[in-house]
């Protein structure tokens, strides 16, 4: 059973930065696409950030474009969203998935098929 679990969110004032980790529990994390969702309650999942599963290939939402970096380890199987120059629009639950087939519409929640359980991040003003 492929699992998911993120860490690293936590409460920083604007401008700060914080970097958000996720571990695959099973399996190879370069075999996967890696995304990156954030969720505010009583609104829909917003993808954040991408990486491809065949070489360091990433996307961004415009709103994220320049400040907000996804990577992968492909010898630990964790994947990174390093987070710069936070807002307070930034706040919300992060949750890390993972697409074994590497689907073209990276920046939809139902390409990917493992998800993991989300960490807070706030940021005040």
């Known amino acids: 059973q492929v699992k998911l679990v993120e860490s690293g969110g936590g409460l920083v004032q604007a401008g700060g930065s914080l970097r958000l980790s996720c571990v695959l529990s099973?399996?190879?994390?370069?075999?996967?696409?890696m995304g990156w969702f954030r969720q505010v309650p009583g609104n829909d999942r917003e993808f954040a950030a991408a990486i491809s599963r065949n070489g360091p290939i990433t996307h961004y939402a415009d709103s994220v474009k320049g400040r907000f970096t996804v990577t992968r380890d492909d010898h630990t199987n964790m994947a990174y969203l390093q987070m710069n120059d936070l807002k307070p629009e930034d706040t919300a639950v992060y949750l890390c998935?993972?697409?074994?087939?590497?689907?073209?519409?990276?920046?939809?929640?139902?390409?990917?098929?493992?998800w993991g359980q989300g960490t807070q991040v706030t940021v005040s003003s």
């Open positions: 099973e399996g190879t994390i370069s075999t996967y696409q």
């Open positions: 998935a993972a697409d074994p087939w590497g689907g073209t519409s990276y920046n939809t929640p139902g390409t990917y098929h493992y």
